[in-house]
């Protein structure tokens, strides 16, 4: 019995309460626009997507994305969200996330696949509330004690993109 747990890793004792708490804690970090608190909860090598919405199941290596990030892309974005001259982030837009369903859909002894379905309702002044709905992928891992993201998939729900406006923040 032992050896079977300890083959589970580190993975195997996080609840999907833990997990929760861990979206909700990123949710709320992003929502306050803390992004470099934000960028303390991703791994080193950590991925980010939002596939394009015909084709959410596609492979980013041989189809275009919204947004197809690794880890330096990802501090570049969050270098210039951060950065006056971003114009449409500048007063940063106001953001409510509210995650539910959360899933723990698989796990190994390094890795946890997580799903989860999001809304997102942004505010700008002078803009109509635009509402960004769909679900997360989330494949987090366990470093120092800690869940950290490797991989974070946004895949909208919306038919079109039109009519959501620029998606300059991070889903």
Same mark, same amino acid.
């Given at each position: 019995?032992?050896?079977? %747990?300890?083959?589970?890793? =580190?993975?195997?004792?996080?609840?999907?309460?833990?997990?929760?708490?861990? +979206?909700? &804690?990123? %949710?709320?970090?992003?929502? *306050?626009?803390?992004?470099?608190?934000? +960028?303390?909860?991703? #791994?080193?090598?950590?991925?980010?997507?939002?596939?394009?919405?015909?084709?959410?199941? =596609?492979?980013?290596?041989?189809?275009?994305? #919204?947004? *197809?990030?690794? @880890?330096?892309? @990802?501090?570049? /974005?969050?270098? !210039?969200?951060?950065?006056?001259?971003?114009?449409?982030?500048?007063?940063?837009?106001? #953001? /409510?996330?509210?995650?539910?369903?959360?899933?723990?859909?698989? !796990?190994?002894?390094?890795?946890?696949?997580?799903?989860?379905?999001?809304? @997102? &309702? !942004?505010?700008?002044?002078?803009?109509?509330?635009?509402?960004?709905?769909?679900?997360?992928?989330?494949?987090? /891992?366990?470093?120092?004690?800690?869940?950290? @993201? %490797?991989?974070?998939? =946004?895949?909208?729900?919306?038919?079109?993109?039109?009519?959501?406006?620029?998606?300059?923040?991070? +889903?």
């Amino acid at each position: 019995m032992k050896k079977k %747990a300890a083959a589970r890793g =580190a993975t195997g004792k996080v609840t999907r309460g833990e997990v929760e708490d861990f +979206l909700y &804690h990123e %949710a709320a970090l992003l929502d *306050a626009w803390r992004l470099d608190d934000w +960028l303390g909860l991703l #791994t080193s090598d950590a991925r980010y997507f939002v596939p394009s919405n015909d084709r959410p199941e =596609a492979d980013p290596a041989n189809t275009l994305f #919204t947004i *197809a990030d690794d @880890i330096d892309r @990802i501090r570049g /974005r969050v270098t !210039r969200l951060k950065d006056k001259s971003a114009h449409a982030e500048y007063p940063p837009s106001r #953001t /409510r996330r509210l995650i539910s369903n959360v899933r723990v859909v698989e !796990r190994n002894a390094k890795e946890l696949r997580v799903e989860s379905n999001f809304a @997102i &309702h !942004r505010f700008r002044r002078g803009e109509s509330i635009r509402e960004y709905v769909g679900h997360y992928r989330h494949l987090l /891992r366990v470093e120092r004690g800690r869940l950290k @993201i %490797a991989r974070r998939e =946004a895949v909208l729900d919306a038919m079109e993109l039109g009519s959501m406006g620029v998606v300059s923040f991070i +889903l």
